[in-house]
């Protein structure tokens, strides 16, 4: 069976800066791989290739078989790839349930309806409930998602991924600032969503990706280290050593 999504040789340069240098990486079905690293190794550049916000320079990206290297963000987004960002991409005064309206609405009959509100439309209320009660949101639903905690934002901005239905999910660091009740329970909803969408997942909380990944690949100055089962990398020198002299940190064993 062919790999949802499999990547040969991505490169992407800026000036003279490399931050990608012929990556190879596969994700299979309902499968989390998680892409650790340090800091500036290129794991977002990467990320944003892939979900066609980023142009690369070579290289190859398929989809279900199918080449998009060169298909625009919304394309992939059609074809069934999501992404989240670092930072929450949110509107702060709009209710948690409208943010998520507006995401169902881009997704359904009504979104060429220019000039209708999506809170007006409720064909959506169905939808838009259920993706809040599967991100655990739904007792939020009428606030300003501006008021979220931080948390709360981050499943927020899941739940307006998911509305598209999304075969493949790509998360940029969806733990980052989170206390431990809170990545506890995200990553909980991580590993339930499996069920539904390969995740690719870029992510500092190594003993969380460790305890979630299913396949993982490190990546260091923009060059795939290592990859496989967390046992195996966890296990690797190589990969102790750069964590060693890049971060400090060695992955836990």
Request: proline letters at 5%; hydrophobic letters at 45%.
């Amino acid at each position: 069976m062919a790999a949802l999504l499999e990547v040969r040789g991505l490169c992407k340069t800026f000036g003279a800066l490399a931050v990608n240098q012929s990556v190879d990486l596969t994700v299979e079905a309902n499968q989390i791989h998680a892409l650790i690293g340090p800091n500036g190794a290129g794991k977002t550049t990467f990320l944003a290739q892939l979900a066609g916000d980023i142009r690369p320079d070579a290289g190859t990206i398929l989809f279900d078989g199918t080449d998009i290297t060169g298909l625009p963000a919304h394309r992939r987004a059609h074809l069934g790839i999501a992404r989240s960002y670092q930072v929450a991409r949110l509107f702060p005064d709009s209710t948690v349930h409208d943010n998520v309206a507006l995401a169902v609405q881009a997704c359904s009959r009504w979104a060429r309806s220019v000039g209708r509100a999506a809170a007006g439309i409720g064909e959506l209320n169905e939808p838009v409930a259920a993706l809040l009660e599967r991100v655990e949101l739904a007792h939020r639903s009428r606030i300003p998602a501006g008021i979220l905690a931080h948390g709360e934002r981050r499943k927020l901005e899941l739940a307006m991924a998911l509305a598209s239905r999304p075969r493949l999910l790509l998360l940029d660091e969806p733990l980052a600032g989170m206390g431990v009740e809170e990545s506890q329970a995200t990553v909980a909803l991580l590993d339930r969503l499996r069920r539904d969408a390969a995740i690719l997942l870029v992510e500092h909380d190594v003993q969380a990706v460790f305890a979630l990944a299913d396949r993982m690949s490190v990546l260091v100055f923009g060059k795939v280290l290592a990859s496989g089962d967390p046992p195996t990398v966890r296990r690797n020198p190589e990969v102790q050593r750069a964590y060693l002299a890049t971060s400090g940190e060695v992955p836990p064993c």
